[in-house]
């Protein structure tokens, strides 16, 4: 565990609680991806339907898998990735690894799945989750989750890019389906 065991263990119980996401990290662990998680999403979405006391989970536009190997940072890859985990039931698989997603960016090579999310928008998509050979679940969040638990929304400080952000938050209409999301002070109308 991190920072706050509590947080920590309140949500790994919600992830265990939800049969669903349960079934997709059973998926996800069958590929033996080196460092992957389920993340972004697949996390924030749940604890803020939970903190928003929503009776149906909000439906994931994608799910998103990363994952970390070096030895073959090919799209291909993912792509084959994505079809093969798309053939259990068409969820929308979205399978990224993080050892090439620094070239997207403009960064320094990353060094593991955990330092790519440190580069996400915002802090509270940058946590996902992860289940082992003995079904226990194990969050990576470079920032924590108190915000997130908390139902903040805050911007990365090593992105940078307010505007991102707020383009994010539009587009994904946070403030409609969550609509006590604490966001930046600026104007997100």
């Not at 690894?97 to 997207?104: F, L, S, Y």
């Not at 960016?105 to 799945?113: A, D, L």
């Not at 989750?129 to 903040?152: C, K, N, Q, Y």
């Not at 090593?158 to 604490?182: M, N, Y």
Request: proline letters at 5%.
């Amino acid at each position: 565990m991190g920072d706050n065991p509590t947080l920590e263990a309140r949500l790994l119980g919600w992830v265990r609680e939800d049969a669903e996401r349960m079934t997709r990290l059973r998926q996800a662990r069958e590929l033996a991806l080196p460092q992957w998680a389920l993340a972004a999403g697949f996390v924030r979405n749940l604890v803020w339907d939970r903190l928003h006391a929503h009776d149906v989970p909000t439906p994931l536009n994608d799910i998103d898998l990363i994952f970390f190997d070096r030895e073959d940072d090919s799209s291909a890859r993912d792509r084959e990735l994505t079809q093969r985990l798309q053939a259990h039931g068409g969820a929308p698989w979205s399978v990224k690894n993080q050892a090439r997603m620094h070239c997207r960016h403009g960064h320094e090579p990353y060094r593991s799945t955990l330092d790519a999310m440190r580069f996400w928008v915002e802090c509270e998509t940058a946590v996902g989750v992860t289940l082992d050979e003995r079904d226990r679940l194990r969050l990576l969040a470079p920032f924590g989750i108190e915000t997130l638990m908390s139902g903040r929304v805050t911007l990365n400080p090593l992105h940078g890019d307010a505007e991102v952000l707020r383009r994010r938050a539009l587009e994904k209409q946070w403030q409609t389906r969550w609509p006590a999301l604490l966001m930046p002070a600026r104007d997100f109308d």
